[in-house]
Nanobody
Framework: QVQLVESGGGLVQAGGSLRLSCAAS????????MGWFRQVPGKEREFVAT????????YYADSVKGRFTISRDSAKNTVYLQMNSLKPDDTAVYYCAARTRSYYSPIRSSQAEYDVWGQGTQVTVSS
């Protein structure tokens, strides 16, 4: 069973940067599609970014394209989300997710496609 733990969240001013980490344990996630989602209280959880098992293919929500970068380090069993040029609208709880029901999955952006989730890390961007 895979467990995911996010870290790196915090308070940052608009225009600043943060790097979120998602450390996996219990099993290697090197063969799984991994994603980042975010949620604001009272709203649906929304897709942010995803990366295939190889790291070759990535896909981003339009709202973060050009500002956020997803990457993975298989040796560390960790996925990252580098967030630059942060805006107050980026304030949310950020969740890491893994699609463990299949290996070598192509890109998926629906949260229903992911079956293992972390506990989330809060990102707050002040104006």
């Amino acid at each position: 069973q895979v467990q995911l733990v996010e870290s790196g969240g915090g308070l940052v001013q608009a225009g600043g940067s943060l790097r979120l980490s998602c450390a996996a344990s219990g099993r290697t996630v090197g063969s799984y599609l991994m994603g980042w989602f975010r949620q604001v209280p009272g709203k649906e959880r929304e897709f942010v970014a995803t990366i295939t098992w190889s790291g070759v293919s990535t896909y981003y929500a339009d709202s973060v394209k050009g500002r956020f970068t997803i990457s993975r380090d298989s040796a560390k069993n960790t996925v990252y989300l580098q967030m630059n040029s942060l805006k107050p609208d980026d304030t949310a709880v950020y969740y890491c997710a893994a699609r463990t029901r299949s290996y070598y999955s192509p890109i998926r952006s629906s949260q229903a496609e992911y079956d293992v989730w972390g506990q989330g890390t809060q990102v707050t961007v002040s104006s």
